[in-house]
């Protein structure tokens, strides 16, 4: 069983993903962050892609990562396969770089090309990210009602005021 | 003109789906971390929360190592 750092390396894990040409969209709390919002955040969670070409970039990269399953309590060191990444279900895995979720689908029917529309392209230091928009990810994440989703809002809202008064 | 009025219904509608003590909440927040936050690029957004995180949880495992 591999031992993975608990330290996040969110950027490295990124880089990864852009260098290999995986197509993703970042949700989660690194998609609010990357928009401005003052939060931390331990994992980095996406929407990929799932053409076959997509998935085996995706899982080339994981398997590099050396990728196990973050909620086996046998701790058999499960890996993700293409199976699981052209599902519709969302895999927790931990990596060398600290943890990532791919989602196959956000909710029902929120797909990368579904969502696609509803991101916001970032292109900083020669990469471009795919990152879901503020009033989206706001959105759903009231709609999901968890506690850790209700501390966030109110910072999200205030992030989405902020960037719309910088606008004017 | 249109594209903002647009927008400021669409932050009005998000905090109207808000429950109402989520809702308060949205004024105790400090906009001074945003402003700051925004004069960074993306990639500095990132590296400062992923620094923090990592601070974040040295403290943790200081605290649970302590028997705390």
Partial sequence: MPSHPKAADLPALLAALCEAGV??????????????????????????????????????????????????????????????????????????????????????????????PHSVSVHDEGKLLHVLDLPTLIAAKTKAGRPKDRIVLPILVATLQERAKDKR | MVARAAEALTIKALIEALDPEVRAAIDDVDRTLIALALQQSPWDRLRSASRMAETLARIRDAIASQGG
Avoid at chain 1, 45 to 73: G, Q, S
Avoid at chain 1, 108 to 116: F, K
Wanted: glycine share 8%; charged share 25%; net charge negative.
């Fill in chain 1, 23 to 116: 197509e993703f969209i970042i949700v989660g709390g690194v998609a609010a962050v990357l928009q401005g919002a003052p939060i931390t955040t331990t994992d980095l969670d996406i929407v990929h892609r799932r053409t076959p070409e997509n998935v085996a970039r995706l899982l080339d990269v994981l398997l590099k990562l050396d990728a196990t399953m973050r909620y086996d309590l046998a701790r058999r060191g499960l890996r993700p396969t293409a199976e699981m990444l052209a599902g519709r279900g969302q895999i927790n895995l931990s990596t060398s770089l600290r943890s990532i979720d791919p989602l196959c689908q956000l909710d029902e029917g929120q797909g990368y090309d579904e969502l696609l």
